[in-house]
């Protein structure tokens, strides 16, 4: 059984930053495609980031694109996701999702398929 649990998000000023991790336990992280997959109130949820097994592909969100940089520590079988510049509208309940690979990282990614595990997810808030 795969299981991934988030560290806590906080309250973020905008123009600040933040690290979110995910550690995954259950499988080994390198066989896995993990992302970052946030959702506001009222909106559709978005596939913000995502790494290959490899750590040679990662996608991001237009969104959130040259702000936020996606990691992994496979030793210790966790992901990071580090938010930068954080904008009012990047506040959301972020979560992690794991999954095999099945299609292209930027399909799963942006459709937000074939990610059979997630985190139970952490509120990350900006604002002044």
């Known amino acids: 059984q795969l299981q991934l649990v988030e560290s806590e998000g906080g309250l973020v000023q905008p123009g600040g930053s933040l690290r979110l991790s995910c550690a995954v336990s259950?499988?080994?992280?390198?066989?896995?495609?993990v992302a970052w997959v946030r959702q506001a109130p009222g909106k559709e949820r978005e596939g913000v980031s995502c790494?290959?097994?490899?750590?040679?592909?990662?996608y991001y969100a237009d969104s959130v694109k040259g702000r936020f940089a996606i990691s992994r520590a496979n030793a210790t079988n966790t992901v990071y996701l580090q938010l930068n510049n954080l904008k009012p509208e990047d506040t959301a309940v972020y979560y992690c999702?794991?999954?095999?690979?099945?299609?292209?990282?930027?399909?799963?990614?942006?459709?937000?398929?074939?990610?059979?595990?997630w985190g139970q997810g952490t509120q990350v808030t900006v604002s002044s």
């Open positions: 999702a794991a999954g095999t690979r099945v299609s292209s990282l930027q399909q799963m990614c942006v459709a937000r398929k074939n990610f059979g595990s």
């Open positions: 259950g499988v080994t992280l390198p066989y896995i495609i």
């Open positions: 790494i290959s097994s490899s750590g040679a592909s990662k």
